[in-house]
Each structure stands twice: as C-alpha cells, then as structure tokens.
C-alpha cells in the first residue's frame, strides 16, 4: 500500500506541475508555440491518468488482494491488534488510497479537457485572424 501511494503521490506532484504550467501559458498570447505546448500537455496528463489508473490495477490485483479477506470481510480475529490493523488497512484503503486516486483522475479529466478547450479556443482566434 505505501508502495502505491507513494507512486501516486510522484503522479500527483508531475500533475501538480503541469496545472502550474497551465496557468502561466493561459497568459501567454495566442501562437503556433501556444497550441503546441498545450497539446504536449494534454498528451503528457493523459499518459500520467493512464499510469495511475494501471498502477491502481496492479494493486488492487497484487497486494490489495492478498490482504482484501481482511479488509473487506473483517473476519473475527482472535487477536485485537490483528483486526484492528485490518481495519486500519480499510480506513486507509477507503479514505486515501480510493477515493484519493479518484480525486487525482478527476482532476486530471478536468485539465485535459481543459487544455483541449483551449486548444480549440487558440485554432479558432488563428483562423478568424486569418
């Protein structure tokens, strides 16, 4: 599990980046240099939704897996530390790791529609100047 969150959180911090270049080219005059850094962006935020959702995957199929019999039925544990790591696991499963990721792809969707947007936004000023 902190295996993952911490590739999620080297995710979040290269989308947090691109926001922020994102902000500093919406103030940039419309041009060739313009459009192409926007469509780079695009292309760069759709590869990094593409790897967080595979990365998600491969957890939820390896190591997710292996401890869900905890997580998700709650057995009766013999032992009270056993079952309340299990629900530690869970607590965090549910609160960060899931919904978490679902925050960071819905932020990512919103960005990359965002930048297609203006995208078109730059193609129509260009062809209405011409």
């Known amino acids: ?11 979040t911090n ?5 926001l922020a270049a994102y902000a500093f080219l919406l103030d940039q005059k419309e041009g060739r ?4 850094r926007l ?4 292309s760069s935020l759709s590869a990094l939704r593409k790897k967080i959702i595979s990365s998600y995957k491969r957890f939820k199929k390896g190591p997710y897996r292996r401890l869900s019999y905890l997580i998700i039925d ?4 013999q032992k009270s530390d056993l079952r ?10 549910e609160t960060v790791i899931e919904s978490g990721t679902q925050q960071l792809c819905a932020v990512t969707d919103k960005l990359i529609k965002n ?14 100047k011409n």
């Open 1 to 11: 599990m902190d295996k993952f969150d911490d590739e999620r959180k080297t995710i």
């Open 14 to 18: 290269k989308i947090k980046r691109l």
């Open 33 to 36: 240099l313009k459009k192409q």
């Open 39 to 42: 469509a780079a962006m695009a």
């Open 74 to 77: 709650e057995i009766d544990c």
């Open 84 to 93: 309340a790591f299990a629900k530690s696991l869970n607590r965090r499963f």
């Open 115 to 128: 930048c297609k947007l203006k995208l078109k936004e730059t193609d129509y000023a260009a062809k209405k």
